[in-house]
C-alpha cells in the first residue's frame, strides 16, 4: 500500500500518516477518516514524504485543492483530499513517473 506522511506543524515534529488512492504527475489522492484533520482548500504542507511500494520516498510539498466526505460502497464514511504536488524536484518528478509507468505495465500483464 502507498502512504503519505505529512506534517502538520512547522517543526515536523506532529505528523500524521495518510493512505494514497491516487497518483499522477500532478499530484495525489489521500483518504482520511472524518475528524482526522481538517484539510482545507489552499492549505499548504511542506516536506511531506511519499511512500511508493519499491521506490522509496519521495518529499514533496503539498497543496489541497479538493476535500469532500464520501461513503465508499461498504459503508465507511471517509473523506477524500486532493493534493496537488508544489515546487517539485525533477527528479522526484522523474521517480514519479516510473512508478507509474510500472504499475500500469503491471496491471495491463496481469489483465487489469
Known amino acids: 500500500p502507498m502512504f503519505c506522511q505529512i506534517p502538520l506543524d512547522i517543526s515536523g515534529q506532529k505528523k500524521i500518516d495518510v493512505r494514497l488512492v491516487d497518483i499522477s ?16 482548500p489552499e492549505m499548504l504542507f ?3 514524504s511519499l511512500f511508493l511500494p519499491e521506490y522509496g520516498q519521495i518529499t514533496a510539498s503539498l497543496r489541497i485543492r479538493s476535500v469532500f466526505r464520501m461513503l ?3 459503508g465507511e464514511d471517509i473523506v477524500r483530499v486532493g493534493c496537488k504536488f508544489e ?3 525533477m527528479s522526484m518528478a522523474n521517480t ?7 504499475t ?9
Open 96 to 102: 514519479i513517473q516510473r512508478y507509474i509507468l510500472n
Open 104 to 112: 500500469e505495465r503491471d496491471r495491463r500483464a496481469r489483465g487489469g
Open 87 to 89: 515546487d517539485l524536484p
Open 72 to 74: 465508499t460502497p461498504s
Open 46 to 48: 511542506k516536506q511531506c
Open 25 to 40: 504527475g500532478g499530484g495525489i489522492g489521500i483518504i482520511v477518516s472524518p475528524g482526522t484533520f481538517n484539510f482545507q
